[in-house]
């Protein structure tokens, strides 16, 4: 059960790296001034919307929510937020100290926004990356596996979907 549990732990934390999200709104709006550009949406951009919940492993509940912007067939921004709840504040201890150090490389990567905590029995995880702005070469450095949803410096929004719901969330346009 231990090894089914860590699995869970370890498949989140690959999605939550690559695909992360954050409440950062602040830094969002700096990023966006740097730019001379406009804080508000481009019209034609679209949104997907993945959630996920439902229990992670005996007495851990998760509820998982990716939200990505994008353009025509490419993503511009994707937002997330995982919680896991659970009365084992070792349990999310120990998942919080995975999740450090999943993103501790991409701690310096400008356009590349995260938040970790535990607070009252839940584990939220929070990851902003703006794929408009963000050197994806320097992620493709960081990490060789984002090399299989980054082409040509961006992602297809179809390759993002098809990861979300290969770890069984539901996504509508």
């Known amino acids: 059960m231990k090894k089914l549990a860590k699995l869970s732990v370890l498949l989140l934390v690959g999605v939550l790296v690559f695909t992360g999200c954050s409440d950062k709104n602040d ?3 700096d990023n ?23 229990q992670v492993t005996t007495g851990v509940e998760a509820d998982l929510l990716y939200e990505v912007t994008y353009s025509g067939s490419y993503v511009n921004k994707v937002h997330t937020v995982e ?30 926004d995260y ?19 963000i050197d994806t070469d320097k992620m493709i450095e960081i990490d060789s596996d984002n090399a299989a949803l980054i082409k ?22």
């Open 115 to 133: 938040n970790v905590e535990v607070k009252d029995g839940v584990l939220t995880s929070t990851v902003d990356i703006d794929y408009s702005k």
């Open 83 to 112: 919680k896991l709840k659970s009365d084992s504040e070792e349990y999310l201890n120990q998942y919080k100290t995975l999740v450090e150090e999943g993103y501790k490389n991409y701690k310096d990567l400008k356009y590349y």
């Open 32 to 54: 966006d001034s740097e730019k001379g550009s406009s804080v508000q949406e481009n019209k034609d951009e679209k949104k997907l919307v993945c959630k996920k919940t439902g």
């Open 27 to 29: 830094k969002k709006l």
């Open 152 to 173: 040509n410096g961006k992602i297809k929004i179809e390759d993002m979907k098809t990861l979300y719901q290969q770890v069984g969330a539901t996504c509508e346009d």
